[in-house]
């Protein structure tokens, strides 16, 4: 308010005049033209038709009994594992912050593993598992003396399964920043008035943190519906089918069914636009978590037998759902073949992996170049946006709020079918490693735009203000001042951007060609092919690779690994 009236133009009063900042803003809106409303907008003019206007194929993806089928499983498996990770995550983040729980820190990190191992790793790390001839079924097997499987992993179920157990980490984060934020005098007051320990969690601790439990329920219902890998891995072989990969089936198989692919699209886009519409209204009612300026009482976690409970409760876990699978997972790539009954092992698979096999070294060397330029051309990207739209003052700053956000509805895998439709007659974009670039920057823009101004609302406006007030532009306010006061928190988003974008699937698996795949590409194919031990020996690859760079950030500035989540 004082730099404006320093420059004599009452406050609150929209800047009209043709500025710099103005000019960024209009740069903004038409890179963001060509990122988000060029593809949506060929999407939603091919699901109609190349005709003309017809809702043909909306109508058969509603009345063809496959396509509906499709539909049911989708939202089974949506609402299924949304439900079991829910009550798994809230559970494991109530005993590890309202319990005196040894070894919680150590749990705490654990518990979120899976959230940044890739999908696909996660998938056949299960198959390996629970398939048919994975550990379980053979341990059974043996057992019971019978030569069929006992476990189905590759069903309807198993894919609500493993799906739920890939999610809780989401809900487990969420429901940790809600119970973090609780005055714990609240909880005091009930134990004082003779409530008991389960009795409070449910009448106050739960309640309290409800919206930001509700946000990640929220966000992991659209991350369901939308999901890929799992249902890839573990429902195809058998033709279980939900949105996503019968849109894979669509664009994948000759002849391409664009028409089909969009409507399909744009229904799966529907379902996910309901689910982020109805989590950003939860996540603007979050204000009311009692957070006070008063000071808070003392820690009113519960010890005693409840913290020993709870160790082995979360212990039990982490060892049977996060530890073992990634420990077979390493039992596998050691195989010569894959076989349990009698296996032999060698250590020759990672020899192959990172000097030898040629789709694997294009992979590890694709998905890095990829990473890290996506990364850093998306953080320089939203870092101007996000500074205009939460700190400018043009017209234009709504557009581009709205335009920013609209990637989150849009799943990756109809984002993808909607890039190939926008650029299918482009030919230095099209079937090139530009069109992923465009992929990975669009889908993660909003994650950036976040970031940003997660980083914003620390940086008071008055230091912005007194740069002004001695002369200096908005470009160099900007890069002189609000940058450097940014540097950790962007340098944290970088880190997961990279992350995100190496261990992406569902994008790069419709639109990659040879010579462009990715490591999590490779995965799939070596899958597709039977190559077992060579596919785990790449899934450890990726892991790692992500696990070094998570560490070395973390040394490197000190932060918590669950600060880049």
């Not at 005709?51 to 089928?69: C, D, H, I, V």
């Not at 296996?343 to 990829?370: C, D, E």
């Not at 914003?456 to 008055?462: F, M, S």
Request: contains cysteine; glycine residues 8%; positive net charge.
């Amino acid at each position: 308010m004082g730099e404006e009236l320093l420059r004599g133009r009452p406050p609150g009063l929209v800047q009209t005049r043709l500025t710099p900042e103005f000019y960024v803003s209009l740069v903004n809106a038409l890179l963001l033209g060509i990122l988000v409303l060029l593809p949506l907008g060929t999407l939603i003019l091919r699901s109609l038709g190349e005709a003309g206007l017809t809702f043909e194929f909306y109508e058969k993806a509603f009345t063809n009994p496959r396509l509906r089928a499709v539909l049911v499983n989708t939202l089974i498996v949506a609402f299924g594992s949304t439900g079991i990770a829910t009550f798994i995550g809230v559970f494991l983040a109530w005993m590890i912050h309202r319990t005196r729980m040894p070894l919680s820190s150590v749990l705490d990190v654990l518990i979120i593993v899976p959230f940044f191992v890739s999908p696909i790793v996660i998938a056949l790390t299960w198959l390996t598992m629970a398939g048919g001839q994975g550990l379980i079924n053979v341990l059974l097997q043996r057992i019971v003396g019978t030569g069929a499987p006992i476990v189905r992993i590759q069903s309807l179920w198993g894919i609500v399964l493993v799906m739920a157990l890939y999610f809780v980490p989401y809900v487990y984060l969420y429901t940790s920043m809600g119970l973090q934020n609780i005055d714990p005098a609240l909880e005091e007051a009930s134990y004082t008035s003779g409530g008991g320990t389960l009795r409070t969690a449910f009448l106050v601790t739960l309640p309290l943190a409800m919206p930001a439990i509700l946000a990640g329920v929220l966000l992991v219902f659209v991350l369901a519906a939308s999901h890929f890998s799992v249902p890839l891995v573990l429902g195809t072989p058998n033709r279980i089918y939900v949105l996503t990969t019968i849109i894979f089936e669509l664009m994948h198989f000759y002849p391409p069914d664009f028409n089909q692919a969009a409507a399909i699209s744009m229904v799966l886009l529907g379902i996910t636009g309901l689910g982020v519409w109805a989590q950003r209204a939860v996540i603007q009612r979050r204000s009311f978590v009692t957070v006070t300026g008063r000071g808070r009482s003392a820690d009113a976690r519960r010890g005693g037998w409840l913290g020993t409970g709870a160790l082995v409760f979360c212990g039990a876990y982490v060892l049977v759902f996060v530890l073992v699978p990634m420990f077979m997972l390493v039992f596998v790539s050691l195989m010569r073949f894959f076989t349990l009954t009698d296996p032999r092992f060698t250590f020759a698979h990672y020899p192959l992996v990172l000097l030898r096999h040629p789709l694997t070294l294009r992979g590890i060397r694709n998905s890095l170049i990829l990473a890290t330029v996506g990364a850093t051309f998306t953080l320089l990207f939203t870092s101007v946006l996000g500074y205009v739209i939460s700190r400018g003052r043009s017209r234009l700053k709504v557009v581009l709020d709205v335009l920013a956000m609209v990637p989150v509805m849009i799943p990756a895998t109809a984002f993808a079918v909607a890039l190939l439709l926008a650029w299918i007659r482009v030919p230095f974009v099209y079937g090139t490693v530009w069109i992923l670039l465009l992929a990975y920057v669009t889908i993660y823009i909003p994650f950036g735009v976040r970031a940003t101004n997660a980083n914003l609302a620390q940086i008071h406006q008055d230091l912005e203000a007194a740069s002004r007030t001695s002369g200096a532009g908005w470009a160099y306010t900007f890069r002189r001042i609000v940058v450097p006061l940014m540097r950790p928190g962007l340098t944290a988003a970088w880190v997961l951007l990279f992350v995100g974008m190496l261990k992406e699937i569902s994008a790069s698996v419709l639109l990659y060609t040879f010579g462009t795949e990715t490591m999590s590409v490779v995965l799939y194919e070596l899958w597709s092919e039977g190559s077992f031990p060579v596919a785990a020996s790449m899934a450890i690859v990726q892991t790692l690779l992500v696990g070094v760079i998570l560490v070395v950030f973390r040394r490197a500035t000190k932060a918590d690994l669950r600060a880049l989540s």
